[in-house]
């Protein structure tokens, strides 16, 4: 059966459709990447010929701005799990374009100004041109992993926490994390990872890791010696930190330049628009 995601965008769509007298409507089933006709009638919304939603249930997801749902047999269920790692609550949080992940109130990506595959893009091309052997360091969703194996050799791409992945198989923005033939996904802890690769084997790194609060040790001068060695000697990392004009973005980039230096990365430079650093070898 064929899975139908929406969120309180195509919600708001249908319930506006019908309010004109349609009896049917074309709208995106898959958060905005293709478009699809529903059929209207009395009770619901019918999306095929097993699977129904009540009105009531289109209501509900038209209200919930915070997270998208998945349309089954038995009804709309929320994209949502609680981590069994963290403990933390993970759904699918919806924008206009690509939905991100919320996690412990943050969203992964930045969404004020930007949309999570922009931002995804700007970090990619902080480090363009994007070639060879590509290691991304926290999956997320796999924007950053599935943008990379355009143009890369390969992309082994790492999350810790099972559940993760698991939101990101719902999302229809990250299939081709798991159809891509470029793309290994490792689960486990970065750290413990890192240090069992091959000296040298990556030609680009993206280490785009959560809050210092939720993933310290990502930031350590530790951590970064594994950066290092890992990269090639013409490679390019680039580091997502924060918005450098606030309150945390400030206070932590100048420790993290530091410690990237202290770490042997010849030339450490800010991306002010990408919210990170570029640093060489």
Known sequence: MREFVLSHFQAKLILGARKTGLDKYKVSLDLGISVSEVIFNDTGVRFSNDVSVSWSEIDKIAKDEKK????????????????????YILSLYPTKSAPTLLQSGFTMHRIKDCD???????????????KGHVLDICT??????IAASRTAQSVLT???????????????????????????????????I???????????????????????ELYSFDFYVQLKRV?????????YIADPSSKMGGRH?????????????????????????????
């Open 140 to 145: 997320g969703l796999g924007y950053t992993a």
């Open 194 to 216: 890192i240090a069992q690769l091959p000296s040298g084997k990556f030609d680009r790194i993206i280490h785009d890791p959560p809050t210092m609060r939720l993933g310290g």
């Open 231 to 239: 990269l090639k000697r013409n490679g390019k990392l680039f580091h």
């Open 116 to 130: 999570p595959w922009e931002d995804t893009l700007q970090k990619i091309q902080s480090v363009s041109p994007v």
């Open 253 to 281: 980039t100048p420790g993290v330049i530091r410690r990237l230096h202290e770490a042997g990365f010849r030339h450490v430079k800010k991306v002010s628009n990408a919210f990170g650093v570029v640093a060489i070898p």
């Open 68 to 87: 998208c749902y998945m349309i089954m047999t038995e009804g709309a269920l929320p994209i949502q799990k609680s981590s069994q790692l963290t403990h």
């Open 158 to 192: 790492i999350e810790r926490d099972p559940d993760v992945i698991e939101i990101a198989r719902l999302n229809p923005w990250s299939e081709k994390l798991f159809t891509h033939k470029k793309i290994e996904i490792r689960i486990g802890d970065a750290v413990e």
